[in-house]
């Protein structure tokens, strides 16, 4: 009998587990720690460890989603596939040359990241396309077919294809490919005019090169992991994979887009905080997912994540619509340093997996931002992952006196304090980097913590940005795996069609959505997905004329809808919002059509509880002494076990809650709440005032 959905999120430290039973409607969850030398052994045991705990087999799973960090991974550390890129003759370098920006403006000893194709593997072909779509000069295939025998001879594993104006006229890109594949058919080969039919040739071609280079990385990925879940769990359903666009897509489709999941599990947590936002009736919410190793911000208005187009990984940029995520080097395993001038620093550097924080006991020597924790009572030496794990509390100890302590001529509280108070600050920066630099006032919003040490810190953020309610969800340290239980399937279209806008025939406009139209739904055929199912939302890229970048600007989801008139009011307001200023009588332009196919997935939305009362006494545990900021001695604490709280529980900081997923902190000066959906809402005393 078939009933239960499983989401797993492999991220630097943990890999966790969300277990959905259909029948019973609930929630299970998982934790194990992560596998860095080869990822699929924690997610096997991870999904082992669930259906253990849920008594049920693999062979009960229907849908099987998965966040992962392998193509990050591989284009951050250069673990790519041998690629081939063939341009046009006299566009050779055009990976080089880029935008002419310098990486650090005033250091002339700058270096550019590694080029994702060294220059011995760059090619070019006599083809043009002009700027109308006109083929101006014609391919000679002989000289194709002896590019074919030299790639071959090159033992080139992956092969992209970007053509001048491809984006108008891919026919030259398809005859490449044609006769590539004839001499090479197990080499894949990606078309820039499939991958990113839009103009700018720089980033077109970065993108499809990086689709080139990390494809082959996460297909084999992807197939061995299957392969080992299926064999050793009998889960027969299939494997969906989130993308960085905040959809999901098959498993079998990450071949031919595998660049569309290289920020897949941040991406899934701001799906989480969206679905979350619909429950609970905010439609403004920033997300602060805090794990082992990084920090990711995101940002929810009206219920949608916020959305770019313009991403960069690794130094190198790519077009595609992905989750507009800022993330930063700070987590619970990053690493607190001295430089040389006896100024503390925390991160980038983590102590990941293995060997993890000293208080691991698994070889550690670092002291880390968890130690820290640790050593001012906020975390539970005992009750780690729930028991699981049991801390080495005088090792951290020793590493913090010995490290950061004696350097600074510090006791043991104010050093770890000194380590929060440097993350807090970094992350901090973050926060307002995705806020304040966007126009967005973060008093106006409410914070979504997560991950295993969001919720540690969340309180202490908010009230220097001024936010009075932070919100700490069920399985807040697996939020991000909810969201793969919850997310669409969706698949993303664009192309580009510049013209100005009093000059647009709408019957013309039309029509170019309908070819998009038809090529998504082709795509979810061939996919085997249920195309009466699908709904399209439309959007175009608009600009002033002569600007360089594009507003995306949404039209609804019928093309009955769309109105060019009401689309152009549309951008100058969304211009003021943005840049603060519009010029109504200035021309606007169409630069690029969007289009978003989407099929959804079934979700269950929990049923609001009433209060059972204010009083938490049945979840009190013990009274431990904790350290809080402004405080000059330990502080006789209340600890709570969250598993025992009720709807409508109040509780009085300071407080600690526990949970075997992650630990919350109620500052002094804050009181918490159990809402009826048994989210905690920490009501915050701000430190900024309006």
């Known amino acids: 009998m078939s009933r239960c959905r499983i989401g797993f999120d492999i991220g630097g430290t943990f890999t966790d587990v969300v277990l959905f039973d259909e029948l019973t409607g609930k929630y299970l969850s998982a934790k194990v720690s992560s596998t860095p030398a080869d990822p699929s052994v924690g997610a096997v045991e991870g999904i082992r460890k669930i259906l253990s705990q849920s008594s049920l087999s693999g062979k009960m799973v229907t849908f099987l989603c998965h966040g992962t960090t392998v193509g990050t991974n591989a284009i951050l550390e250069g673990q790519l596939a041998k690629t081939a890129l063939i341009t046009t003759r006299g566009f050779r370098d055009v990976l080089e040359i880029g935008r002419q920006r310098r990486p650090d403006q005033y250091n002339f000893f700058a270096e550019k990241s590694k080029m994702l194709v060294p220059r011995g593997l760059r090619f070019t072909v006599q083809e043009r396309v002009n700027y109308k779509g006109e083929i101006v000069k014609k391919l000679v295939e002989d000289e194709i077919s002896d590019l074919a025998r030299r790639l071959q001879s090159e033992n080139v594993e992956s092969v992209a294809i970007s053509f001048l104006f491809s984006f108008l006229n891919g026919k030259h890109e398809q005859i490449v490919a044609r006769v590539i594949k004839e001499t090479l058919p197990h080499v894949p080969v990606f078309l820039s005019s499939e991958v990113l039919p839009e103009y700018r040739e720089y980033e077109r071609t970065s993108t499809v090169c990086l689709n080139a280079a990390v494809s082959p990385v996460v297909s084999n990925y992807v197939d061995n992991l299957g392969k080992k879940i299926a064999l050793t769990l009998r889960i027969g359903c299939g494997m969906n994979l989130m993308k960085s666009s905040g959809g999901i897509m098959p498993s079998t489709a990450v071949g031919e887009r595998a660049v569309e999941t290289v920020l897949s599990g941040p991406a899934a947590g701001a799906i989480s905080i969206a679905y979350l936002g619909e429950i609970i009736g905010c439609k403004k919410l920033i997300g602060f997912d805090m794990g082992g190793t990084s920090s990711d911000i995101s940002v929810i208005i009206d219920g949608k994540p916020r959305l770019t187009t313009e991403g960069v990984i690794g130094g190198y940029p790519f077009r595609l619509p992905i989750v507009d995520i800022n993330t930063i080097g700070a987590g619970g395993g990053s690493i607190a340093w001295m430089d040389v001038a006896r100024g503390l620093h925390v991160g980038p550097q983590s102590a990941g997996a293995v060997p993890g924080p000293v208080c691991y006991g698994r070889g550690g ?326």
């Open 365 to 690: 020597k670092e002291p880390t931002v968890t130690d820290a924790n640790l050593c001012l009572g906020r975390i539970n030496e005992k009750f780690f992952l729930g028991g699981e794990i049991v801390l080495d509390k005088n090792a951290s100890e020793k590493a913090i006196l010995e490290k950061i302590g004696a350097p600074l001529s510090k006791n043991l509280a104010k050093a770890c304090q000194g380590i929060l108070d440097v993350t807090n600050s970094n992350m901090l920066r973050a926060i307002r980097v995705s806020s304040m630099e966007r126009g967005l006032d973060p008093r106006d919003f409410a914070l979504v913590a997560f991950g295993g040490a969001g919720p540690l810190h969340a309180a202490d953020l908010a009230a220097e940005l001024g936010i009075s309610t932070v919100i700490i969800p069920q399985m807040a340290g697996l939020f991000s795996a909810v969201g793969l239980l919850v997310a669409n399937i969706k698949n993303d279209y664009s192309v580009t069609k510049i013209s100005k806008i009093k000059e647009t025939n709408c019957e013309d406009l039309l029509s170019w959505f309908e070819e998009l139209k038809e090529k998504a739904i082709a795509a979810f055929e061939k996919e085997g997905l249920p195309t009466e199912k699908i709904y399209f939302i439309y959007s175009i890229d608009m600009r002033y004329s002569a600007q360089a970048y594009e507003i995306n600007i949404s039209v609804g989801k019928s093309l009955d809808q769309i109105s060019l008139e009401k689309s152009e009011r549309d951008f100058h307001k969304a211009h003021e919002e943005l840049y603060w200023w519009n010029d109504l009588d200035r021309t606007v332009e169409i630069v690029n059509l969007r289009i978003s196919a989407i099929v959804e997935v079934p979700k269950t939305k929990p049923q609001e509880r009433r209060s059972k009362g204010t009083d938490p006494i049945a979840a009190l545990k013990e009274v431990r002494p904790v350290f809080f900021k402004g405080f000059s001695n330990f502080q006789e604490t209340k600890i709570y076990q969250r598993s025992l709280l009720d709807e409508g529980n109040l509780i009085v900081g300071p407080a600690i809650i526990e949970s075997f997923d992650t630990t919350v902190v109620v500052l002094p000066s804050d009181r918490a709440e159990v809402d009826g959906f048994g989210n905690i809402i920490i009501h915050v005393k701000t430190e900024v005032s309006g």
